[in-house]
């Protein structure tokens, strides 16, 4: 048997999908026309975007990691 809350959830989800489909129905005749260099734009700008963040991902990366090699080198010294 199905629980309350799994009858509202299989409820919802139905009026959400019979929602979208007449959402895509209604859309369909429209055209959207985009401008020639729109790829190149999403594009350029997402470069744009990974060059500025890898300075922080290499310091994500880098900072635990040289850490952890220190840690690595100093157990390397015996102890008296």
Do not use: C
């Not at 190149?40 to 922080?56: H, K, P, R």
Request: proline residues 4%.
């Amino acid at each position: 048997m199905f629980s309350t809350i799994k009858k509202y959830a299989i409820g919802a989800s139905a009026v959400a999908t019979g929602l979208f489909g007449l959402a895509a129905s209604t859309f369909a005749a429209e055209i959207i026309n985009l401008p020639l260099t729109a790829v190149a734009d999403l594009t350029g700008n997402a470069s744009q975007i990974m060059t500025d963040v890898w300075v922080l991902v290499a310091l994500a990366i880098g900072v635990p990691m040289g850490f952890y090699i220190l840690r690595k080198v100093i157990a390397l010294i015996p102890k008296h």
